[in-house]
């Protein structure tokens, strides 16, 4: 005890304030309810995590009418050493001894621990009483005459707040946490010592309140994981898994065990301390170690007999393939990332992402498919923007997906009215012969479905497609020292504008600028003067002509290509280019 610096000593003087908060309770019960009354107690814990650790907890009670009317808003800070039982256990000690005679109280608890201690309170031996968890406050409870006045049920924290139930759980929440805030600026509070046993053991300041064989065994658990991490080779492995190594441990001894099977035990200890006996493990110290006692007897290759060598040697080779199979195997059924052996993970990985996404989509309507070419095009996208993300998800791939689909599920019998109907694409054999001559490289108006895979960087206007490596609005953007292509939605206007007009505003302030600055872009011409309204903008400008389409000789891609195939054309369009 001396050693471990603990202390043996008698129980004090309590110095907590929970007699006096139980007394102001009843008091305040005694004043504002009659005899034969029915009362709805919430009581609830908050204990700091994190940062926020304090020694310190705090607890929360409201109190109202069967009608819900208040009655008590209040609660507590209570010694707990982070364990939120205590809180909990507080809050709801205070509510039963304050409870006044002829009174009945149902008790709305969102700690199933507290409920199975405060329904558990009958007779039981010394020895469970000493070690139970929260003594002191189930030996106070017990204190108090039996009475069936007392009605105790669970209520789930941290949900819809709809219910009357879930509004006094959540008011009892905020109150616990704002005490909580308040005790951890103070020094560690005085522990509740009413009904503690005569003789407390105490370690530094810190008083065990549970079972103190579990916390000897844990104390002697943490000396030897010290002691075994010093080791220079033994502890080579549990420095650097320690928690996997437990884990481990716990499951392969239940294996053993199973199967009969002593040996493997043993042989796991050997091989996480590196004691298996290898040639050099047993004569790296022997004198004629030089006459090749260290060297492997299977393969003959004059290698020294180590446990890296095992791993390689030709001599196993049956062996080490059986294991990558049954190792492949187990991860495949897990559906372990990155798992497949003899690939890379990135080809192997996408087209297993292609194929979940065409198993997700069968089943949909038309309008919610994707063309074979679309996917590869959309996991491509993914993997590009996400690239320094080494966990990268499937559901939160499939869940970016699906917001895009359905941001275009389009319902329109003849021409669209949706979402659709600024996705009149550029034809992609075009864009390549542009970006060829003029090396273009930014697409200015883009979304996730109807973009270029010609062009590196793109910009588009929903905020959601930033997750397949697009940059958010057109506007924002700095087009200054960029080469870009711009099809612009030729229907839309922004107040009393149109988007045109304002796209070729932008361009002419980004063209002043001294870095080398191009941008292409495409207008439509129609019949009459005031239809040649964006192409005289253009030329005042001083845009340059490259190339004009007659009527009826150009092509827009259809905006809902994404689903049929990459080169959909439905017809051409009746005006110039």
């Not at 019960?29 to 034969?36: A, D, F, H, S």
């Not at 009605?151 to 759980?169: K, L």
Request: hydrophobic share 35%; glycine share 6%; aromatic share 10%.
């Amino acid at each position: 005890m001396k050693e471990l610096d603990l202390q043996l000593v008698r129980k004090g003087q309590d110095q907590s304030d929970v007699l006096q908060k139980i007394h102001e309770l009843s008091q305040i019960l005694e004043r504002k309810t009659k005899p034969n009354q029915h009362l709805i107690a919430y009581t609830d814990g908050s204990t700091g995590v994190g940062m926020r650790k304090s020694k310190n907890s705090g607890y929360g009670i409201r109190i109202t009418t069967d009608t819900h009317t208040p009655i008590f808003c209040g609660g507590g800070a209570v010694r707990s050493d982070n364990n939120n039982f205590v809180a909990e256990m507080a809050a709801a000690t205070v509510v039963i001894q304050a409870l006044p005679p002829s009174r009945k109280i149902t008790m709305y608890v969102d700690s199933m621990a507290t409920i199975q201690a405060l329904c558990n309170l009958g007779p039981t031996s010394e020895r469970r009483r000493i070690k139970s968890e929260g003594r002191a406050w189930k030996n106070f409870i017990r204190t108090r005459k039996k009475r069936n006045d007392i009605i105790i049920r669970h209520i789930s924290s941290h949900e819809d707040i709809v219910t009357p139930e879930q509004q006094g759980n959540d008011h009892a929440d905020r109150l616990a946490k704002g005490f909580m805030n308040q005790a951890k600026k103070l020094e560690p509070l005085p522990y509740f010592t009413t009904a503690e046993e005569n003789f407390l053991v105490v370690h530094k300041d810190t008083l065990i309140g549970g079972n103190i064989r579990e916390w000897l065994k844990g104390q002697e658990a943490e000396r030897l994981k010290k002691e075994w991490r010093t080791l220079p080779v033994q502890g080579r492995l549990f420095r650097r898994f320690p928690q996997q190594i437990q884990n481990l441990s716990k499951s392969i001894k239940t294996w053993s065990i199973e199967r009969i099977e002593g040996r493997a035990w043993f042989f796991f200890i050997f091989a996480i301390c590196d004691w298996l006996p290898t040639n050099h493990r047993v004569h790296g110290h022997d004198k004629d170690k030089d006459k090749g006692s260290t060297k492997c007897n299977l393969c003959q290759g004059n290698t020294i007999e180590t446990m890296a060598h095992l791993f390689t040697c030709p001599a196993l080779r049956n062996e080490q393939n059986s294991l990558r199979e049954h190792i492949d195997d187990t991860f495949r059924k897990w559906l372990i990332p990155y798992s497949a052996l003899g690939h890379l993970p990135g080809f192997t990985l996408k087209s297993h992402w292609i194929h979940i996404l065409q198993k997700k989509l069968a089943n949909n309507s038309r309008r919610l498919t994707l063309s074979n070419e679309k996917m590869q095009q959309l996991v491509e996208d993914y993997w590009t923007a996400n690239e320094a993300n080494r966990h990268k998800a499937f559901p939160h791939f499939w869940k970016c997906v699906d917001k895009v689909l359905r941001r275009y599920n389009c319902a329109c019998t003849r021409r669209h009215c949706c979402e659709l109907r600024n996705c009149w694409t550029t034809p992609p054999s075009l864009i390549a012969l542009l970006q060829k001559h003029f090396c273009l490289e930014v697409e200015g108006m883009g979304d996730a479905l109807h973009h270029s895979a010609y062009l590196n960087e793109w910009y588009s206007l929903y905020p959601e497609d930033t997750f397949f490596g697009a940059k958010h609005d057109f506007f924002k953007q700095d087009l200054r020292g960029k080469n870009s292509y711009i099809n612009p939605p030729f229907n839309t206007f922004e107040g009393n504008q149109n988007l045109i007009e304002k796209v070729i505003e932008k361009i002419l302030d980004s063209l002043r600028s001294d870095l080398p600055t191009r941008v292409i872009l495409l207008i439509p011409i129609f019949d009459g003067q005031i239809d040649h309204l964006y192409e005289t903008q253009a030329r005042k400008s001083r845009f340059l002509e490259i190339a004009t389409f007659p009527k009826k000789s150009f092509s827009f891609v259809a905006p809902d290509h994404y689903h049929i195939h990459n080169n959909f054309q439905p017809g051409v369009f009746t005006e110039q280019v």
